[in-house]
DNA sequence: TCCTGCTGGTTGCATAGTACAACCTTAGTT
DNA sequence: AACTAAGGTTGTACTATGCAACCAGCAGGA
């Protein structure tokens, strides 16, 4: 086993226990806006407006799911459905005003979460680990 | 917006896009042992078998949930139960020897996985990604 | 024009994971 | 013996999810 094999285990290790615990965390700090609808709001608000095929695609997620959150996000008064003139078919999402403003809080509170986890850490890191994790990920999405 | 800001903003999107797909990716890896039956049973193996109370205080969940993921690991004959011959309310945990081998053969998967996603990055890289999740996942605890 | 096939979305059904509360059994204390 | 605490199980409910069946609108070709 080499020091190597001991990253890897290691990685391995910590992302799965983070993984376990981030639906629950999430939960507890905002429970109006559970991690899913808070993705799913956060990039509506980011790609100004989009189709639920688009969030199925982007989240790997069924669509039959896409449209109960985004059913449940509309309930809430949260989202806002605008059918396509051109192709009646589609429906282009928007966040609502409410919705805007119940992302920002949750995202706000998020991030001071974030921040409070990360306070000791200096600049250098920070950005290191950031760049490792976006690595990461991009490996992940590639490789599947 | 510093770059120190952009640094946990880009932490906090990335490990929350990684928890969004983990158990998904985890259950298409082995359908057999869903993430959170594989953490308790690995956990069973790390420590020579323990209490379902271990078990749900070591990892934040209802006992009650447990009870239900032990029944099912049960089931498949991957766990066994010995009544403790001092406290008969308690049942000391184990890996059957089948479920040692699905253990085995999931965490091989997995860790072949992690390995793939890794391959291209230099041992350096992956020490200190290493012990960045470290640090993150002990604050995450502390401050809960 | 009409049939066929494709795309976007919803709904019915099934399953996993989870929590909470009520409960049972067994220990330990007073 | 009576009470309290600890370990587990079970009833209930809810969220997230996928698959399959379906409906509705659009686009192309015979």
Redesign the pocket.
Known sequence: MTQRDDSVGIIQQELTAFA?RAR?TAARMHPEL?L??YTLLAHLEDQKGC???DLAAHY??????V??????LEKLGFVERRVDPD?????VLHPTELGAQVLASAGAQRRQAFTDRLADWDDADLERFASYLLRYNEAQQRLG
Not at 60 to 65: C, F, I, V
């Open positions: 376990r629950a559970s899913v609808s189709r639920a095929t790997l997620l069924d669509k039959s799911t449209s109960r959150q985004i059913s449940a192709d009646h078919r589609v429906q």
